[in-house]
């Protein structure tokens, strides 16, 4: 009966797992030139909804950054506590960590589905958000940022009827209200920036679902 030594057995488990994962890496397609459509607008805009849609119907991948980062949050990684402070507050995350997140959504998406076509729900929020952007995914073709507007008090009502059941600690009255003022402040001029590149496509999201997304499907006939 041959013996083997219980240390050497978990090194060689270890050792041929790092080893698994290291094969995986190298396999990995690099992520080529995307499509990309920023999805703005203000909180409870329907941003989320609208690129269900043109997932369902059209087959645009749809990254949310709030997603991925209350993911990250729960993940508890060393940006973690971070992550929560600013959410928690209404305020936006750093750059780098948000467009990190992006970059690896981005990347399993086309690992995973060979998709290249991509809708990034609430980004960018703020000029440190565009020039990291730039700095980091500069590449990818932006073809428009489609802006869903709408009225700050339906909004409002939306999201307090969305905190009833959602359990995010940023849908409750207090925490709106600060998601609003920085909206106003750091999201809005974003708008402006890319409205100066003719590159903004306004739809009004006040309206039923399925007229807001008859009107944003048409953007996206020529894509």
Not at 96 to 120: D, H, P, R, S
Not at 136 to 155: R, S
Not at 194 to 206: F, G, H, I, L, W
């Amino acid at each position: 009966m041959i013996r083997v030594c219980p240390v050497s057995l978990s090194l060689f488990i270890t050792s041929a797992s790092a080893f698994t994962w290291y094969l995986k890496r190298q396999n990995r397609r690099s992520l080529p030139k995307c499509q990309i459509v920023f999805v703005l607008g203000g909180p409870g805009a329907g941003k989320g909804t609208q690129c269900q849609l043109l997932n369902d119907r059209l087959g645009w991948s749809h990254l949310s950054a709030g997603d991925l980062l209350r993911a990250e949050r729960k993940r508890k990684g060393p940006t973690a506590d971070l992550i929560n402070s600013k959410i928690a507050n209404g305020q936006i995350v750093p750059a780098e960590i948000t467009v990190g997140l992006l970059k690896q959504g981005m990347e399993a998406e086309y690992e995973a589905n060979g998709c290249t076509k991509f809708l990034i729900d609430g980004f960018p929020r703020s000029q440190g958000n565009v020039d990291a952007w730039n700095r980091n995914m500069g590449k990818h073709a932006v073809e428009f940022v489609l802006n869903l507007a709408c009225p700050e008090e339906v909004l409002m009502g939306r999201l307090l009827e969305r905190g009833e059941t959602s359990g995010r600690n940023d849908d409750n009255i207090d925490v709106i209200r600060k998601r609003f003022q920085t909206f106003q402040k750091e999201c809005k001029p974003i708008v402006e920036l890319y409205e100066k590149q003719n590159r903004v496509r306004n739809v009004a999201s006040d309206q039923p679902v399925e007229e807001v997304y008859q009107e944003v499907a048409a953007l996206f006939q020529n894509l």
